[in-house]
C-alpha cells in the first residue's frame, strides 16, 4: 500500500498514475476540497483565479487531458496572448517574441545586441552551483539580466535570480552550454525548445484537479490530517486527526516542504533541518475588473512584467480578459497584478485598503485609464511558490536517501514547480514505485 499525503497537483496526479499501474493508495488531503494552490474563484459571470492562471500542455500533458476526457472542458489562450510586454523607462516595452528576435527589435541597446551576439562564441565555463543572474550576466550581460532575467523569473517564481540556482530552475540553459557550447545555439539546434500551448477550462483551472479527484475517488480521505508517520516492524504507520491508522509500505510527502519536514519522525534530523530552509515568499494576487471605456486603448497581450530596476510598485499583471475573454462580462477588462515575492516581500504586509490604492494608481499610468476598477478583490499567500537556493542540493540529497526507508518527496519543491512538472514528476514515480512493489 502506498500513501501519498496532500491532494494538491501532485498528490492527486500520482493517485491518478498509480490507479493506472493498479498500485493501492489511500491519498490524504486535509482540507475539505483538493487542489492545493489550484483555487478557481466563481463570482457572478467573473471568474478569479487565486493561483495557477494557465497551463502549459505538451503532448505529455494532453494525453493525461485525453485520458481525462477534458477536451470540451478546455479553453485556448487567446493568440494574441503571444504577446508579452516589459516596463522600460516608465512605459510598457513588446518583449522580442524568440531569443533570436532580440538582436532585430529594437528592445535592447546596442551595447546589449552585441553582448547577444557574442554569446554565441563566448566559451562554455563548467557548472559550479551559479544563480541565475550569475549564469546569464556571463553569457549575454547585465541589460539581459536585468530587462528580460529578472522579470521573466519573477513572472514564474516571483523569484530573486540573484539566489535562484540556475541548475535547479533552468537545467536546460545549462545543457545548452554544455552541450552546445552557447546557449542560443542550443535554442537554434532544438527550434526554440519543445512546441506548448496554453490553456485553462471553461471553470477554471479547478477543473483538472477536480476531475483527477472524480476517478480517485474510492481511495481518497479528504478534510483529514495526518498527524505523524512512524515506522513500526518494518513498515510504515501513518497517524490521521481521525479514523484509524493505515500502514503502508511506501509513504509520499506531497505536501509543503515545512509540512514534510514536521511529518518526518524525529531520527531524521538533518532531513528535517534542511527541508525547513525552503523559502516561500509570500505573494498579493489582485484583480482588477474595468469597463472597457474606462480604456483609451484596451491591453491586447499576456501581460507585462516589471524588471526591479524599474522601482515599480508590482511585480507586474497578466491580462486575463485578453488571454481568456470568457472570464469577465464582454464590456469589461480583467486584470491580475501580483505583489510581493521575494524582491517585495515586505509589501504583502501592507492592509488590502494600501495595495489596491497603489495597483490602481501604477496600472492608471500604465494603461492609461480613466477612474477606479469597477470591482476588486485580493488574495494572499503567506507562503506562495518554493525558491530554489543553494539549499536545494541538501534538500535533494536527504529526499534522495530517504527513498531507501520508502518515503518518496513528490512535491512542487523539488524538480519543478509548475503544474506540468507536477504531473509528469507524478507519472515517473508511479512507474517506479509499481516496479518497486512489484518486485518485493
Ligand atoms: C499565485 C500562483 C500562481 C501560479 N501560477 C502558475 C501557472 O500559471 N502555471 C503553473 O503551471 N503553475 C503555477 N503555479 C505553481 C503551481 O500552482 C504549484 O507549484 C502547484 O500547484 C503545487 O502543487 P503541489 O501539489 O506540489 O502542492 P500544493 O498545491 O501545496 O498541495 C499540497 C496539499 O497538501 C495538503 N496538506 C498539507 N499538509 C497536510 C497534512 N498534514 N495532511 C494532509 N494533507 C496535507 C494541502 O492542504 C494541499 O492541498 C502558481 C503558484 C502560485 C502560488
Same mark, same amino acid.
Given at each position: 500500500?502506498?500513501?501519498?499525503?496532500?491532494?494538491?497537483?501532485?498528490? !492527486?496526479? %500520482?493517485?491518478? /498514475?498509480? =490507479?493506472?499501474?493498479?498500485?493501492? &493508495?489511500?491519498?490524504?488531503?486535509?482540507?475539505?476540497? @483538493?487542489?492545493? /494552490?489550484? =483555487?478557481?474563484?466563481?463570482?457572478?459571470?467573473?471568474?478569479?483565479?487565486?493561483?495557477?492562471?494557465?497551463?502549459?500542455?505538451?503532448?505529455? #500533458?494532453?494525453?493525461?487531458?485525453?485520458?481525462?476526457?477534458?477536451?470540451?472542458?478546455?479553453?485556448?489562450?487567446?493568440?494574441?496572448?503571444?504577446?508579452?510586454?516589459?516596463? =522600460?523607462?516608465?512605459?510598457?516595452?513588446? %518583449?522580442?517574441?524568440?531569443?533570436?528576435?532580440? *538582436?532585430?527589435?529594437? &528592445? &535592447?541597446?546596442?551595447?546589449?545586441?552585441?553582448?547577444?551576439?557574442?554569446?554565441?562564441?563566448?566559451?562554455?565555463?563548467?557548472?559550479?552551483?551559479?544563480?541565475?543572474?550569475?549564469?546569464?550576466?556571463?553569457?549575454?550581460?547585465?541589460?539581459?539580466?536585468? /530587462?528580460?532575467?529578472?522579470?521573466?523569473? +519573477?513572472?514564474?517564481?516571483?523569484?530573486?535570480?540573484?539566489? !535562484?540556482?540556475?541548475?535547479?530552475?533552468?537545467?536546460?540553459?545549462?545543457?545548452?552550454?554544455?552541450?552546445?557550447?552557447?546557449?542560443?545555439?542550443?535554442?537554434?539546434?532544438?527550434?526554440?525548445?519543445?512546441?506548448?500551448?496554453?490553456?485553462?477550462?471553461?471553470?477554471?483551472?479547478?477543473?483538472?484537479?477536480?476531475?483527477?479527484?472524480?476517478?480517485?475517488?474510492?481511495? *481518497? %480521505?479528504?478534510?483529514?490530517?495526518?498527524?505523524?508517520?512512524?515506522?513500526?516492524?518494518?513498515?510504515?504507520?501513518?497517524?490521521?486527526?481521525?479514523?484509524?491508522?493505515?500502514?503502508?509500505?511506501?509513504?509520499?510527502?506531497?505536501?509543503?516542504?515545512?509540512?514534510?519536514?514536521? *511529518?518526518?519522525?524525529?531520527?531524521?534530523?538533518?532531513?528535517?533541518?534542511?527541508?525547513?530552509?525552503?523559502?516561500?515568499?509570500?505573494?498579493?494576487?489582485?484583480? +482588477?475588473?474595468?469597463?472597457?471605456?474606462? &480604456?483609451?486603448?484596451?491591453?491586447?497581450?499576456?501581460?507585462?512584467?516589471?524588471?526591479?530596476?524599474?522601482?515599480?510598485?508590482?511585480?507586474?499583471?497578466?491580462?486575463?480578459?485578453?488571454?481568456?475573454?470568457?472570464?469577465?462580462?464582454?464590456?469589461?477588462?480583467?486584470? @491580475?497584478?501580483?505583489?510581493?515575492?521575494?524582491?517585495?516581500?515586505?509589501?504583502?504586509?501592507? $492592509?488590502?485598503?494600501?495595495?489596491?490604492?497603489?495597483?490602481?494608481?501604477?496600472?492608471?499610468? %500604465?494603461?492609461?485609464?480613466?477612474? #477606479?476598477? #469597477?470591482?476588486?478583490?485580493?488574495?494572499?499567500?503567506?507562503?506562495?511558490?518554493?525558491?530554489?537556493?543553494?539549499?536545494?542540493?541538501?534538500?535533494?540529497?536527504?529526499?534522495?536517501?530517504?527513498?531507501?526507508?520508502?518515503?518518496?518527496?513528490?512535491?512542487?519543491?523539488?524538480?519543478?514547480?509548475?503544474?506540468? $512538472?507536477?504531473?509528469?514528476?507524478?507519472?515517473?514515480?508511479?512507474?517506479?514505485?509499481?516496479?518497486?512493489?512489484?518486485?518485493?
Amino acid at each position: 500500500m502506498v500513501v501519498i499525503i496532500g491532494g494538491g497537483i501532485s498528490g !492527486l496526479s %500520482l493517485a491518478y /498514475y498509480l =490507479r493506472k499501474q493498479g498500485v493501492p &493508495f489511500k491519498l490524504i488531503e486535509k482540507s475539505k476540497q @483538493t487542489g492545493g /494552490y489550484i =483555487r478557481s474563484i466563481r463570482q457572478k459571470e467573473y471568474l478569479f483565479e487565486e493561483g495557477p492562471n494557465s497551463l502549459l500542455v505538451d503532448a505529455e #500533458v494532453q494525453s493525461l487531458l485525453d485520458e481525462l476526457q477534458l477536451s470540451s472542458e478546455i479553453v485556448e489562450a487567446h493568440a494574441v496572448s503571444k504577446k508579452r510586454y516589459i516596463l =522600460r523607462q516608465g512605459e510598457y516595452r513588446a %518583449l522580442p517574441a524568440s531569443p533570436l528576435s532580440l *538582436l532585430a527589435n529594437g &528592445f &535592447f541597446s546596442w551595447k546589449a545586441k552585441l553582448d547577444i551576439f557574442r554569446e554565441l562564441s563566448r566559451p562554455a565555463a563548467p557548472q559550479t552551483g551559479e544563480s541565475v543572474a550569475a549564469f546569464f550576466e556571463r553569457r549575454f550581460g547585465k541589460e539581459v539580466v536585468d /530587462y528580460a532575467v529578472t522579470p521573466f523569473v +519573477s513572472g514564474i517564481y516571483a523569484g530573486d535570480p540573484y539566489r !535562484l540556482r540556475i541548475d535547479k530552475v533552468f537545467p536546460q540553459m545549462v545543457e545548452y552550454e554544455q552541450n552546445y557550447g552557447s546557449v542560443l545555439k542550443g535554442f537554434i539546434k532544438n527550434k526554440g525548445g519543445a512546441r506548448r500551448r496554453s490553456l485553462s477550462f471553461r471553470n477554471g483551472m479547478q477543473t483538472l484537479p477536480e476531475r483527477l479527484t472524480q476517478v480517485i475517488k474510492e481511495d *481518497l %480521505l479528504l478534510g483529514v490530517s495526518v498527524k505523524r508517520i512512524e515506522k513500526q516492524e518494518g513498515a510504515w504507520v501513518v497517524y490521521l486527526d481521525q479514523g484509524e491508522p493505515i500502514r503502508a509500505s511506501q509513504i509520499v510527502l506531497s505536501v509543503g516542504a515545512h509540512e514534510a519536514a514536521q *511529518l518526518l519522525p524525529a531520527q531524521y534530523e538533518a532531513a528535517k533541518e534542511a527541508w525547513q530552509q525552503v523559502y516561500y515568499p509570500p505573494l498579493a494576487v489582485v484583480h +482588477s475588473v474595468y469597463y472597457k471605456p474606462q &480604456f483609451k486603448q484596451k491591453p491586447e497581450g499576456f501581460g507585462a512584467l516589471h524588471p526591479a530596476v524599474e522601482n515599480s510598485f508590482s511585480l507586474g499583471s497578466i491580462w486575463s480578459s485578453s488571454i481568456f475573454p470568457e472570464r469577465c462580462k464582454d464590456n469589461e477588462v480583467l486584470i @491580475t497584478t501580483f505583489v510581493g515575492g521575494a524582491l517585495q516581500a515586505n509589501k504583502v504586509q501592507y $492592509d488590502d485598503r494600501r495595495i489596491m490604492h497603489e495597483i490602481n494608481l501604477e496600472l492608471k499610468q %500604465l494603461l492609461h485609464i480613466q477612474g #477606479v476598477p #469597477v470591482l476588486q478583490r485580493i488574495s494572499r499567500w503567506e507562503k506562495a511558490i518554493p525558491q530554489y537556493h543553494d539549499y536545494m542540493d541538501a534538500v535533494e540529497a536527504h529526499a534522495k536517501q530517504l527513498q531507501a526507508e520508502g518515503i518518496h518527496v513528490h512535491a512542487n519543491w523539488i524538480g519543478g514547480v509548475s503544474m506540468p $512538472d507536477c504531473i509528469k514528476k507524478g507519472k515517473r514515480l508511479a512507474e517506479a514505485l509499481a516496479q518497486k512493489i512489484k518486485v518485493s
